[in-house]
């Protein structure tokens, strides 16, 4: 399994170097990728999850462990990212974006490798990984950020947490989605081969759009938060959901896909989010770069361990 991820996880992390190099020499235009990253996260990206989740095979026997592992592995990091910020003594909005950057996922970047590694099954075991983790982690996140960051924060989370829920396009796919699924209900046929045309230039075009986002501006001062959100993110968390996954027994297939889910970067999204909350944009930026470099090759040693 390591020598078939070797070419796939490669391929992504050049294609996110590729946005990278792009943004800062050819297409420097920052409405540009601003404009494509829109594109991608109202219309593309959802597109192509709705399509998928709504296609997919929802057995409570696959279903089911992965509903309890990843729920239950996000639970306990983002304990103990608020007591490791709280004993290290981070400043408020500091904290804020270091657990944000503990749970957060950049699903765009495992459902892209999901599909060298299994074909149509790591799609399928992608989008169900992402069902799962694309409501919990941006619920919590603006939970968390105003709860560190603002005052009023009872009146600030019912207001937030609607405005997300009824405005998040990935989370309006997933329902949409689920529900299609549940009810076997079908789009017609010209509505089916639009989305799939849709959706089959979604990946490249956000894992370009991932490169071009990341916006390196590292400080010494940041070095502890940075330890801390790497040392949740790409280790202690991949290591509760590989652990929890091999001790129920299951299949090779759906811990591929565990091990490459959890041990994913923080989503870019979340630099934004710290952005209009309060919280500490800049080291959220840092967290953001330094976990995308350094989650592709820990992938490997997670896959290591699985197979």
Same mark, same amino acid.
């Given at each position: 399994m390591v020598s078939v991820a070797f070419p796939t996880i490669l391929s992504v992390l050049l294609?996110?170097?590729?946005?990278?190099? @792009?943004?800062?020499t050819l297409l420097e235009n920052e409405a540009f990728w601003s404009g494509v990253s829109r594109l991608c996260y109202w219309i593309l990206f959802p597109v192509l999850l709705f399509d998928i989740i709504s296609e997919t095979s929802l057995s409570g026997g696959v279903v089911l462990p992965i509903i309890l592992i990843l729920t239950s592995a996000l639970l306990v990091i983002i304990l103990l990212s608020i007591l490791a910020c709280y004993l290290s003594g981070f400043e408020r909005s500091s904290a804020s974006s270091v657990i944000q950057g503990s749970f957060r996922h950049n699903g765009f970047i495992g459902f892209a490798i999901a599909p060298g590694l299994l074909g149509t099954i790591g799609t399928e075991l992608a989008a169900i990984c992402i069902a799962i983790l694309v409501p919990i982690t941006n619920i919590a996140a603006v939970i968390i950020m105003i709860v560190y960051n603002r005052q009023d924060a009872n009146t600030k989370i019912s207001r937030f947490l609607l405005k997300e829920i009824t405005r998040n396009?990935?989370?309006?796919?997933?329902?949409?989605?689920?529900?299609?699924?549940?009810?076997?209900?079908?789009?017609?046929?010209?509505?089916?081969l639009t989305f799939e045309l849709l959706g089959?230039?979604?990946?490249?075009?956000?894992?370009?759009?991932?490169?071009?986002?990341?916006?390196?501006?590292?400080?010494?001062?940041?070095?502890?938060?940075?330890?801390?959100?790497?040392?949740?993110?790409?280790?202690?968390?991949?290591?509760?959901?590989?652990?929890?996954?091999?001790?129920?027994?299951?299949?090779?297939?759906?811990?591929?896909?565990?091990?490459?889910?959890?041990?994913?970067?923080?989503?870019?999204?979340?630099?934004?989010?710290?952005?209009?909350?309060?919280?500490?944009?800049?080291?959220?930026?840092?967290?953001?770069? @330094?976990?995308?470099?350094?989650?592709?090759?820990?992938?490997?040693?997670?896959l290591f361990v699985v197979s």
């Open positions: 294609m996110i170097l590729l946005g990278f190099i @792009l943004s800062r396009p990935l989370i309006i796919a997933v329902v949409l989605g689920l529900l299609f699924n549940y009810f076997e209900m079908a789009l017609p046929t010209f509505a089916t089959d230039g979604a990946l490249s075009l956000l894992l370009l759009c991932v490169g071009a986002g990341l916006v390196p501006s590292f400080s010494a001062a940041r070095i502890a938060p940075l330890f801390v959100a790497i040392l949740m993110k790409l280790i202690i968390f991949p290591a509760m959901v590989v652990t929890a996954g091999i001790w129920a027994g299951l299949p090779a297939d759906i811990m591929i896909i565990l091990a490459i889910f959890a041990a994913m970067p923080c989503a870019v999204s979340a630099f934004p989010l710290a952005k209009q909350l309060g919280g500490n944009a800049p080291l959220m930026a840092d967290i953001i770069v @330094l976990q995308t470099v350094f989650s592709l090759p820990l992938s490997f040693l997670w």
